[in-house]
């Protein structure tokens, strides 16, 4: 049986929306969008939909309670929830890079959790160590 | 650490605009420049936007706003330029001259050859907006709300309502179900949407939060906190539409409802603003209505990208460098005329050492005491004399002339200042 589904794409600002005919998994026809990334993005998000994720960690001995990290690739969005709950579990102690790997392969998807900034001790000042 | 207490070129704050300005600054040949920043750290309101999205123009690369600020605070401290945190600017005058205060200085009095504004903006709070009901706590701005669940580890609320659909209001809403709120509401007023449509997927979509277009608070309720409010519907002219109002439980109401360039410090420093911007009138160097006062990013008009801020910053401390770079040469040229011994004050205050090449200057000055003696009036470089006259006697109420001949010239041209003082004979 035919199912028609409507997609906003998010790769870029422009927010397309595509419309997408499938059977099951199998993806018949993409109409709308303006780029090939569109195409890609509607196949990706039907099979296996991933987003960035931003969020914070415990960190002791900065200028904040809080280091900002990011996913360094999208991460599948059904995991989000468990990704932030291992997050949530994390304390980590200054000096801490921007970049640097605060999590490595997060529950297993290969994907590493950065710092999205440098805190170093609170007596000193931000920027590079 | 600043000591110093005349700058080639100062930037107030030190967000996106502020550090690409400094930076400009210095890649353009200012000699030393300032970084003013009332926070305890550089970035500003990059710091707390920890969602990704940032420099896909100018870096081409996809950061969190810690991880763009990052970069540039980097670039700026390894170029030399210094910095004042947790300072406040107070004051800033057309002829430059800056008044800031902090805990270990106290009050700070600076000159800079060229000023680059970069304050930013403001939101638009509840007072700005008119909302009406009771006053209780739990209403707040989004990006205030953003600031303490992302930097000071704070959650505002449980429950929550946005009020406008702007990327600050959707990206918060997301933010706040991450740490485990519940946000009930998005309402707009407009009947569309007014941040990104990627915005309205990946953050409202993704988490089943309700968006209400056309939809407004009539009221907020709740004695000592927020216990909900009530909205309703409105008409094409933003009337409330009777019988379309709603009682929205919860604790919280988190207002994203526009921003405002801040421009206090304009206002004093008397830039002339533009009404319809909320900013300084600039031309394409981005400087003001003042001379030698520039401006950069949110301060002149509120952006969509952070991209934009940066390139106004490299532009306007380029401007800035430059400004700063014809005033030293300036300064070379021209000589102060110090007042010294018994002397109250000289006329002109300073001498445009090329004028003394083509012909004569003449000085006029008064003196403080009145000698009944005869006297010397001498101009001095340093110790060196340059030329005197005699007169028979000085009183404060008889104006001295003096003239600086032309055939110093060659003497005063390394000179950095001349002095005059009356003396006796």
Redesign the interface.
């Known amino acids: 049986m035919e199912e028609e589904t409507r997609v ?8 397309c929306a595509l419309d997408v005919t499938r059977e099951g998994a199998t993806v018949l026809e993409i109409r709308g969008g303006g780029c090939k990334r569109g195409q890609e993005y509607v196949k990706a998000e039907l099979a296996d939909p991933r ?2 994720v ?3 960690v ?1 960190i002791r001995g900065g ?4 280091l ?1 990290v ?1 996913t360094a690739a999208p991460f599948p ?1 059904g995991r989000i929830a468990d990704l ?1 709950a291992e997050l949530r579990t994390l304390e980590l102690r200054v000096p801490v890079k ?2 640097e790997v605060v999590l490595k392969n997060a529950l297993g998807t290969g994907i590493d959790i950065l710092a ?3 805190m170093t001790r609170l007596k000193e ?4 160590m | 650490m600043a000591r110093k207490s005349k700058y080639d070129v100062v930037v107030i704050g030190s967000g996106p605009g502020g550090l690409a300005a400094a930076i400009s600054a210095k890649k353009n040949g200012a000699e030393d420049v300032l970084i003013i920043e009332r926070d305890l750290e550089l970035g500003g309101i990059l710091q707390q936007c920890i969602h990704n999205g940032f420099g896909l123009e100018v870096l081409k690369k996809d950061l969190p706003g810690p991880a763009y600020a990052q970069l540039y605070i980097n670039e700026a401290l390894a170029l030399g330029v210094e910095t004042l945190l947790d300072t406040m600017v107070l004051d800033v005058s057309p002829r430059r001259r800056i008044y800031a205060t902090n805990k270990r200085d106290g009050v700070l009095d600076l000159e800079a050859h060229a000023i680059v504004l970069a304050m930013g903006c403001r939101e638009r709070t509840r007072a700005q907006v008119r909302l009406p009901g009771t006053r209780p706590a739990g209403v707040y701005t989004a990006g205030t709300a953003q600031r303490w669940v992302n930097v000071e580890g704070y959650m505002p609320g449980k429950r929550f309502v946005i009020l406008g659909s702007g990327d600050i209001g959707m990206i918060m809403a997301r933010r706040l179900t991450f740490e485990g709120a519940k946000v009930e509401r998005v309402l707009e007023v407009m009947p569309f949407l007014t941040g990104l449509m990627r915005n309205y997927v990946q953050c409202l979509m993704d988490y089943d939060i309700p968006l209400q277009l056309r939809h407004t608070v009539k009221r907020i309720l709740g004695k000592d906190r927020v216990e909900a409010v009530e909205s309703v519907q409105v008409d094409e002219h933003w009337n409330p539409i009777a019988g379309t109002e709603e009682i929205i439980p919860c604790d919280t109401l988190l207002l994203s409802v526009g921003l405002i360039p801040e421009n206090e410090l304009s206002r004093k420093a008397g830039v002339s603003l533009d009404p319809i911007t909320g900013g300084p009138f600039v031309n394409n160097e981005f400087q003001t209505s003042v001379p030698g006062i520039f401006s950069a990013g949110n301060v002149v008009h509120v952006y969509d990208l952070v991209d934009w801020v940066t390139e106004a910053g490299l532009l306007a401390g380029k401007s800035a460098a430059a400004f700063a770079q014809r005033e030293r040469e300036s300064e070379i040229r021209h000589l102060p005329l110090l007042p010294g011994e018994n002397v109250r004050y000289v006329i002109p205050h300073r001498v445009d050492k090329e004028s003394l090449a083509t012909g004569d200057v003449r000085l006029q000055m008064r003196v403080k005491q009145p000698i009944e003696a005869p006297v010397w009036v001498e101009v001095r470089s340093g110790e060196k004399l340059i030329t005197r006259k005699g007169e028979p006697y000085v009183r404060p109420g008889e104006m001295v002339t003096l003239v600086l001949p032309s055939k110093v010239y060659d003497e005063v041209r390394q000179a950095r200042e001349l002095s005059l003082a009356v003396v006796g004979r």
């Open positions: 906003i794409c998010i790769t870029c600002p422009k927010g987003r960035m931003a969020t914070t415990r200028l904040h309670p809080l900002p990011y969005k932030l921007m970049g999205s900034r440098t000042k931000n920027g590079e």
